[in-house]
């Protein structure tokens, strides 16, 4: 990879050159989260002729105006999200990765205790010419309780219009809901808890994670998700049963 940067009064240009692309890892026949068909790894094609070794590109620019930070890139080369069908015999599914184009704009804007923020994509090359974008608010609340705890309060909605050829997604027509705590203590305790609810057919995936140093070398960290009222034709299907919560203890040296 080669990267330029470029830092001016008018903003910050970088520009990324790649090659040495690498495929999707997913999980097996006995992993999770898993597709309904086992991913077939040895048999992705591409749309390239050059393979894993075809050239990227990417270039970005970013500044900040006031209260607003703001981003915007075009990237050529591979797709990092494969289109999955299934194989001859229906037993698996292969991999195709196409070469994309796809041009983004972030935004963010920062009023007091309050963030607005905005990102969007547009993508040619995976069927039809199709648009993606997440919008919403974080505010948080300072010293909740007369405590030394901050409450970060979160909604996002999201929206995605590719058709049924490209990589499906889940976020088609969502709305997204949670907190943030964090009790800025010692240990540095923090957790994170989410509900993304599907608009379209009320499909229910909730999100919990937290963590919390013990003593100077141990960690705990706790991840769970739960899906709820999961619709058929929805590609939440694949994890109806596959609701989980860990426990992940971890010591440094």
Request: hydrophobic residues 40%; charged residues 25%.
């Amino acid at each position: 990879m080669v990267n330029a940067s470029l830092q001016q009064d008018w903003g910050r240009l970088d520009f990324y050159l790649m090659t040495g692309f690498r495929k999707r890892t997913f999980p097996g026949t006995e992993g999770r989260l898993r597709t309904a068909l086992p991913v077939d790894e040895s048999s992705a094609e591409f749309d390239s002729d050059l393979k894993e070794w075809q050239p990227e590109i990417l270039a970005r620019y970013s500044h900040f105006i006031d209260d607003w930070d703001i981003g915007f890139y075009y990237f050529y080369g591979t797709s990092r999200e494969p289109v999955l069908t299934p194989n001859v015999d229906g037993t698996a599914l292969r991999q195709r990765y196409d070469l994309i184009q796809q041009v983004a704009l972030d935004l963010q804007l920062t009023r007091d205790a309050t963030l607005y923020k905005f990102e969007g994509i547009l993508r040619k090359g995976q069927g039809h010419v199709f648009g993606a974008y997440v919008a919403g608010l974080e505010h948080t609340l300072f010293r909740v309780f007369d405590s030394n705890a901050d409450l970060g309060l979160l909604a996002e909605y999201l929206y995605d219009d590719r058709d049924e050829i490209s990589y499906p997604t889940i976020y088609d027509n969502d709305l997204f809901v949670g907190t943030r705590l964090g009790l800025n203590d010692v240990q540095d305790t923090s957790a994170l808890f989410g509900l993304l609810v599907d608009l379209n057919n009320d499909s229910k995936t909730l999100r919990l994670e937290a963590e919390r140093r013990i003593g100077d070398w141990w960690k705990v960290e706790l991840e769970s998700q739960w899906f709820a009222n999961i619709d058929h034709n929805d590609p939440l299907w694949n994890f109806e049963k596959d609701n989980f919560l860990t426990i992940t203890i971890k010591r440094s040296f």
